[in-house]
């Protein structure tokens, strides 16, 4: 076991989980819940990788944006133009994706093909640097590096710029955002494509990169609800979601890892002499989800987790009007 | 929600103007419903079409295979009963706004809860059926309660979202279950337990075909009627009960729940706990009546389909037992179908349509000439 | 004036040149919502450099004769005319355009945002790069030019409501407005600040600008207009008449068609008992910063004790600690009985009702049915429990009967709550508080948003309380509501009890003092 493979290893699935949770954030910020990310990943993954095989890796990855966006596109008319449950519209959605993504994939399903595959780069100096280097500027997909550029380019965005300021007054305060002519509508409408779009980014960052093909209904294993428990562990912020992206995924790795040796720290390693005490290993991404939203519950409560103050909520001018 | 209200600009010389509604008619949630099924087998059959099949010919085909004769109809119900459980298991929790999505895992329990009474065994093999299986439901109801009674706790005590544990949770449930099935239970290094003995079988139809041969094939279990029961209980628990107005007042407002001096912790735990113990039992009355052991991937979903038919039923109790139905014969059809995942797409154009039908009981929608 | 009505829709060239003059010209408004006319045939107009103050009850219609004007709502009648220029806004985007900023009873401002990205929101300008630096020291360069200094890098819920009050203001001046339209300013100020709120009002209208001055308080409409529009059921009862030599009695009759003539009867009732007792209380806001910082009280049975102070000041958190809704320190006893930090439940036990100052957010079940939100507070014991059971049978004679005897009008004890108007919801909560038989009654605002008829109501019934021998905690914003039935008065500031006073023969100068802190009266001349 070597520490740098697995951190270099965790970084590849971590990016899977750093788009889907940074596009969940966008959206969120705009008032939206989407807890369809699964749905979405699983088109996502499957158009990524039909498109990939045809059109090579680039193709691909723009496909399985637009079939994100399109699909949350659907998840934003029911919930803003028909004020639905958010809630509910998002189980719908992964319901929809998964069963979409399964009906197109249909007879594809175990084919992989090398042609799709999105390159790996090695960034010549950077690489150099001790431990640094191998974990993140070595042999990485060229996604991953997007990952990295995506955080920095995302916080600003959301911080720093103009459509940020409106997207983060239309998550707090739509009717103040209203009454300046902002289009609340309009805000929510972007960015909940915008999340889709970098949902099915996630998705086809699987199918064309981390496990390259398509495996039905195997391909996300619950990576997408993960996305939706880290935004709630980010508490919003970009520069979080990559801490708690990059930590899951290492975990998830760590599991695999922890099966090969006959021994651990000098004793027989119980995963590798009986085999399904593999299981619980499996379960620890899901159990770490569930104790770092724990964890960051007491500070959460204090400042209030940093929810936005109308997640969820339909907006509706004046009430009484229209 | 008027159309073109950004604009003096309009296309057509008839739009559409929508008014919130003071009232409801006690029709119009059911005709709504109606409208939203009606427009989702529409948008399915579009889908069917343009992929290459021919609608009608799936839905025929899923209409005969599941409600076309006495023998398929039972088979309907079989696959119906764990869905009754889950979707009341998922109505209970709705009702009081509490996103239980863990039916799933919380099935997976009970399921483990019930058949470790006969494989580890907690009774010794030949006890008469009538302690065994209410030891088995026992065992079940308690796994379930306390797997959904984790997420319950969690929210209770530390905030943390129910959507997220419940989901988690459901992962969970299911590697523990495979632990079990691929190791300590393993039949032979097969993915799946032993089969159970007969006492441990619950009562079907075809058991008693020696006295009365129609009943022959017919493989319905007593787990559905246990299902209506609990159809009934719930009901009478929600409209009828002290506690089950509590819900239904946390539910509609909590901070008005709050202040009529309602513990909404202690609430949220117990029904955790009672959605959980339905669906506990929907996992015990499947492998004690459907399935006769433990096996990996023994549930097509059962608990994600409860979340539909719970809101399909808009939270009534007996609402459940008809949607439960209607879902149990498109995932029996839905085997056969190819390709798999149809019946998972019909699932999300039928919830789809469902909650957006909903904004006719909110609105009232009327064409005016401009 | 309404003689010389143009007729909607009329061609441009017909417009008399007076027009031409004014600010804002509305002729012949009509707007309906479902079930009501909210303005009729409503004229209106505004000439640069004057305050017009749009007078009327709650309901009357001024909000929405505004909201019209502001781009939210679009009229169904009636033309607009800003400076000449015909003016249909399709939004608030297109008012502001037009130089009309609308400054809401409930602000429009984004808590979590700063004092800049608050400004800034909703402009074109910056394009896409925020330079809060340089913004920031632009916004506190024209605070500074018009006297609304606010720092421009704190975060908007740290401010006072005063301030905040600034920053919406300077948000519109920000954007170049000229004509500044307020929906009922006072009402969230303390006596100082609305002085200093006048000044800051007749230096803009110095300089070319027009304000329209939106209230139901007639002396403050005497103090800050110049000409006075009079709303009643949506109508005109008197256009744009000049302010001067008008007297209250006058405004009041053209506001309610009736002299108001409030007479309260404030019967003689000597107080009993300690039934309230608060010794040192301590609690934290919703944002875990400290709202009350050691607050003491005493309150008898047959008083009623008023809180007078500025919105937010400490007074939700006072009632919801008493309550058992909020945690805290130090010691509150009913009747003897200790409170603090027990779960609502037992304050509900030990006799406590509470008129929830949120009606809609905390008083009621909206989707539920009247007989299930009157039984709120009674449906653990008999006659409408039984054991597990509840008697649904008993739950509706309640309700019946509390329906009837507190005059709440609605189809049926199975009306979805949300159905009822404010003063029926707020008769509503007060039989279901009543009915509990409570020693301690604590009201929070409620009053506010009612009409008159409705008003007359609750006070009557917090003096029927105090008749009957309760001990009434009435918070409210209003000092002369306050003046009028309380018995004694303390006044909270910044979670302190500046003082209690007793209200006959109190002084509104000292109220005001205190509201504002003793020491904040130095503060209050230097700005």
Redesign the interface.
């Known amino acids: 076991m070597n520490l740098e493979v697995i951190l270099a290893a965790g970084i590849a699935t971590g990016t899977v989980l750093l788009f889907a949770t940074l596009g969940e954030i966008l959206t969120e910020r705009s008032g939206v819940i989407n807890l369809g990310v699964e749905g979405l990943m699983f088109v996502g993954a499957l158009a990524g990788f039909r498109v990939g095989l045809d059109a090579g890796p680039w193709v691909g990855l723009l496909a399985a944006m637009g079939a994100g966006a399109l699909l949350a596109l659907l998840h934003a008319i029911v919930c803003i133009r028909f004020q639905a449950d958010q809630i509910v519209s998002g189980l719908a959605l992964t319901f929809l994706g998964l069963g979409v993504a399964l009906v197109l994939g249909d007879g594809l399903a175990g084919t992989a093909s090398p042609q799709a595959l999105v390159p790996t780069i090695t960034i010549p100096i950077l690489s150099d640097i001790p431990f640094v280097g191998p974990v993140l500027f070595t042999d990485q997909s060229a996604l991953a590096y997007l990952g990295y550029l995506l955080v920095p380019v995302t916080a600003f965005w959301i911080t720093r710029t103009r459509p940020g300021l409106h997207l983060r007054a239309v998550g707090e305060a739509p009717s103040g955002a209203d009454a300046l002519g902002i289009s609340v509508a309009g805000v929510r409408y972007r960015y909940t494509c915008l999340g889709g779009a970098l949902a099915g980014l996630a998705g086809a960052t699987i199918s064309l990169a981390v496990t390259p093909g398509w495996y039905a209904g195997q391909t996300t294993s619950g990576l997408g609800w993960i996305a939706v428990g880290l935004v709630i562990f980010a508490r919003w912020d970009p520069w979080r979601a990559i801490v708690g992206a990059y930590l899951i995924a290492v975990i998830r790795r760590l599991t695999l890892d922890l099966q090969g040796p006959p021994e651990l720290f000098g004793f027989p390693n119980p995963f590798f002499t009986y085999q399904p005490s593999t299981f619980f290993l499996n379960m620890l991404p899901y159990l770490m989800v569930i104790l770092v939203l724990v964890l960051g519950s007491r500070s959460a409560r204090r400042t209030g987790g940093g929810a936005p103050a109308a997640l969820g909520i339909p907006f509706v001018r004046g009430e009484r009007g229209r | 929600?008027?159309a073109g209200?950004?604009?003096h600009r309009h296309w057509l010389p008839i739009g559409i103007r929508a008014?919130?509604r003071?009232?409801t008619p006690r029709w119009l949630p059911i005709a709504t419903l109606a409208i939203g099924l009606l427009v989702a087998l529409l948008i399915s059959g579009a889908l069917i079409a343009l992929?290459g099949g021919d609608p009608f010919l799936v839905f025929r085909h899923i209409l005969n295979a599941s409600f076309g004769s006495l023998g398929v109809l039972s088979d309907t119900l079989v696959k119906a009963t764990p869905l009754i459980f889950t979707g009341l298991a998922c109505a209970v929790a709705f009702r009081m706004r509490l996103?239980n999505?863990g039916a799933e895992g919380q099935l997976f329990l009970g399921a483990w809860g019930a058949s470790a009474v006969v494989l580890v065994p907690l009774l010794p093999p030949g006890v008469s059926p009538f302690v065994v299986i209410p030891v088995m439901i026992v065992a079940g109801v308690v796994a379930g309660a306390l797997w959904g009674g984790i997420a319950g706790w969690?929210k209770a005590r530390?905030?943390?979202?129910e959507?997220?544990?419940t989901?988690?949770?459901n992962?969970?449930a299911i590697?523990?279950v495979?632990?079990w099935v691929?190791?300590?239970w393993?039949e032979g290094g097969f993915q799946l337990s032993e089969q159970f003995p007969r006492e441990a079988w619950l009562p079907r139809l075809t058991d008693f075909a020696k006295a009365i041969p129609d009943f022959a094939g017919l493989t319905i279990h007593l787990g559905f009627l246990i299902a209506i029961a609990c159809a009934c209980l719930v009901w009478l628990w929600l409209a009828?009960?002290?506690?089950?107005?509590e819900i239904?007042?946390i539910g509609?407002?909590p901070?008005?729940?709050?202040?009529?001096?309602?513990?909404i912790g202690r609430m949220v735990i117990l029904v955790m706990l009672v959605s959980g113990g339905l669906a506990g039992l929907a996992g015990m009355s499947e492998v004690s009546g459907s399935v006769h052991r433990l096996q990996d991937g023994f549930s097509p979903g059962y608990g994600?389909t409860g979340?539909?038919i719970a809101?399909l039923a808009r939270f009534n109790p007996f609402g459940v037992i008809v949607a439960a139905i209607a879902f149990g014969g498109l995932i029996l059809a839905g085997r056969e179908i190819?390709?798999?995942?149809?019946?998972?797409?019909?699932?999300?154009?039928v919830?789809?349509c469902v909650?957006?039908s909903?904004?006719l009981l909110?609105y009232r929608v009327r064409l005016v000439r401009r | 004036m309404t003689d010389t009505t143009v007729p909607a829709g009329m061609p441009h060239m017909h417009v008399p040149p007076v027009h031409a003059d004014l600010a804002v010209a509305m002729t012949g408004i009509v707007k309906r919502f479902p079930g009501l006319i909210a303005n009729d045939h409503v004229d209106f107009d505004l000439r640069p450099g004057e305050v017009h103050a749009l007078l009327g009850e709650n309901g009357a219609g001024k909000s929405t004769l505004m909201n019209i004007l502001a781009g939210l709502y679009r009229p169904d009648e009636g033309e607009i005319r800003v400076r000449g220029g015909v003016f249909e806004p399709d939004s608030p985007r297109d008012a502001i355009a037009a130089g009309i900023g609308m400054i809401h009873q409930h602000f429009t401002l984004v808590p979590s945002l700063t004092v800049t990205e608050n400004v800034l929101l909703g402009l074109d300008e910056p394009r896409f790069r925020l330079d809060l630096r340089e913004y920031g020291a632009r916004i506190a360069a024209l605070g500074e030019h018009t006297g609304l200094r606010v720092d421009p890098d704190a975060q908007v819920w740290q401010l006072s409501v005063g301030e905040q009050q600034r920053v919406e203001i300077l948000k519109m001046l920000y954007r170049g407005a000229r004509v500044l339209v307020m929906d009922e300013p006072t009402a969230v100020l303390a006596p100082q600040e609305t002085q200093e709120l006048f000044r800051t009002l007749r230096g803009m209208t110095e300089s070319g600008g027009s304000i329209v001055f939106i209230s139901h308080k007639l002396d403050e409409v005497l103090a800050i207009a110049d000409r006075i529009t009079v709303l009643r059921r949506g109508k005109v009862t008197a256009a744009g008449i000049p302010a001067a030599g008008r007297t209250r009695p006058e405004l009041a009759r053209l506001m309610v068609g009736r002299e108001i003539l409030e007479t309260i009867d404030k019967a003689l009732v000597t107080p009993g008992p300690v039934v309230l007792e608060v010794r040192d209380v301590r609690a934290s806001n919703d944002r875990d910063l400290e709202a009350l910082h050691g607050v003491s009280l005493d309150l008898r049975a047959g008083e009623i004790l008023g809180i007078a102070g500025v919105a937010g000041n400490g007074q939700t958190e006072l009632a919801e600690v008493i309550t058992g809704l909020r945690r805290c320190t130090g010691s509150i006893r009913v009747n003897g009985t200790e409170v603090a930090n027990r779960p609502p439940r037992a304050s509900i036990a030990s006799g406590v009702a509470h008129i929830p100052e949120d009606r809609h957010g905390r008083g009621s079940a909206p989707n539920l049915s009247l007989t299930d939100n009157l039984v709120m507070k009674s449906y653990r014991s008999a006659p409408i429990s039984r054991g597990w059971l509840l008697d649904r049978l008993a739950a509706r004679r309640q309700a019946r009967d509390l329906t009837t005897a507190y005059e709440v009008s609605a189809p049926s004890v199975d009306t979805e709550a949300r159905l009822l108007s404010g003063g029926n919801l707020q008769r509503l909560i007060f039989a279901r508080e009543i009915s509990t038989g409570p020693s301690l009654m604590v009201a929070v605002q409620p009053s506010r948003g009612l009409d008159v008829g409705a008003v007359a109501t609750v006070h009557r019934l917090l003096l029927e309380r105090r008749g009957a021998g309760a001990a009434v905690l009435l918070i409210s914003e209003d000092l002369d509501e306050i003046l009028a039935i309380s018995d004694r008065v303390a006044v909270i500031y910044e979670g302190r009890i500046t003082g209690i006073v007793d209200s006959a023969g109190a002084d509104i100068g000292e109220l005001g003092l205190l509201m504002t802190g003793h020491a904040a009266s130095d503060e209050v001349t230097a700005a």
Request: proline share 4%; hydrophobic share 45%.
């Open positions: 929600m008027t209200t950004g604009t008014e919130r003071l009232e992929i996103w999505i969690l530390f905030g943390v979202n959507i997220i544990t989901l988690m949770l992962y969970i590697q523990w495979r632990f691929f190791g300590p393993s009828r009960t002290r506690t089950g107005y239904r007042l509609d407002n901070r008005a729940a709050h202040y009529a001096g309602i513990d994600f979340v539909i809101y190819q390709p798999a995942g149809i019946p998972s797409m019909i699932q999300g154009i919830l789809f909650i957006c909903d904004v909110r």
